[in-house]
């Protein structure tokens, strides 16, 4: 998805520091801060139809980057818009540990 410009790992860092935000508010960063995101994307997948230009898509969390030289590590979201649901009929989500 990613190679097709139908997929994007991302941060939401406001303040530039380079690290996701404490979204939830509770001091930390960790993967509660990311399913502030998926809420979001459940939102837009609600809402969407599956189909070649559809919305609907899949999300995951990752609690670090995959690239480990990185020197600052912070969870991150993937979103990609697939256009399609997983075989349960759902929106396709998953989380890293």
Do not use: C, H, T, W
């Given at each position: 998805m990613h190679l097709y410009g139908?997929?994007?790992?991302?941060?939401?860092?406001?303040?530039?520091?380079?690290?996701?935000?404490?979204?939830?508010?509770?001091?930390?960063?960790?993967?509660?801060?990311?399913?502030?995101?998926?809420?979001?994307?459940?939102?837009?997948?609600?809402?969407?139809?599956?189909?070649?230009?559809?919305?609907?898509?899949?999300?995951g969390m990752y609690p670090r980057h995959d690239i480990k030289m990185r020197e600052k590590q912070t969870p991150y979201a993937h979103v990609d818009v697939r256009g399609y649901l997983g075989d349960d009929g759902a929106p396709i989500r998953w989380q890293m540990d």
């Open positions: 139908r997929a994007a790992d991302f941060i939401v860092d406001a303040d530039g520091d380079g690290l996701q935000d404490d979204l939830n508010n509770d001091g930390r960063i960790d993967l509660e801060d990311i399913k502030a995101v998926r809420e979001i994307a459940d939102e837009i997948d609600r809402e969407s139809e599956p189909g070649a230009n559809s919305l609907l898509g899949g999300f």
